[in-house]
């Protein structure tokens, strides 16, 4: 495989909801806003292909003596990234579409439903981006985020089956 080559990856963050008036599947891919790293050009969005997190705590001080409970959490996220988003209908930041099912066949579908991004890399290729907050009396929480994005043309969203595989839409660019 090359830069050149197709590729996809599986996206996790899907959402569903029935509309039993319609008998519909209402299926979501939430769009986010790729942070300010290596240079890309502000349109770009990026969907998670996988989110993870790890929660600790331990007893902090202070120069003061002051002592707190700090509750530590520590992201790491991998995104697909893209700058052709408006080259797909949209709504409200994310892909959104229609799956038609009756009730029974949509809660047997929703839980098997996920996303695969196809798409080509395009440079430079992959960025990742670093930030925390720190502790403090006031506010005991302290964040860690590592966040690593694969740049990529769009070409394809598809929606399909984990279990089957069969593949129940595919979100084209506008033609």
Request: aromatic content about 12%; overall charge negative; charged content about 20%.
């Amino acid at each position: 495989m090359t830069t050149g080559s197709i590729w996809a990856f599986v996206i996790e963050d899907i959402r569903s909801v029935y509309d039993a008036d319609n008998q519909v599947l209402q299926v979501y891919v939430p769009l986010h806003e790729m942070h300010s790293s290596g240079g890309l050009a502000s349109n770009f969005r990026s969907m998670w292909a996988k989110f993870q997190g790890t929660d600790s705590s331990y007893v902090g001080t202070n120069g003061f003596g002051a002592i707190a409970e700090v509750h530590n959490t520590y992201y790491t996220i991998h995104h697909v990234a893209f700058g052709n988003a408006q080259a797909f209908p949209t709504a409200d930041d994310k892909f959104q579409v229609r799956v038609p099912s009756g009730p029974d066949a949509a809660r047997q579908m929703k839980p098997e439903l996920s996303a695969l991004a196809v798409c080509r890399l395009t440079a430079p290729f992959s960025t990742s981006l670093y930030y925390s907050e720190r502790a403090t009396v006031s506010s005991p929480y302290a964040t860690q985020n590592q966040e690593n994005y694969v740049i990529t043309e769009l070409l394809e969203v598809w929606i399909y089956d984990r279990k089957s595989g069969v593949i129940r839409v595919k979100l084209r660019p506008h033609d």
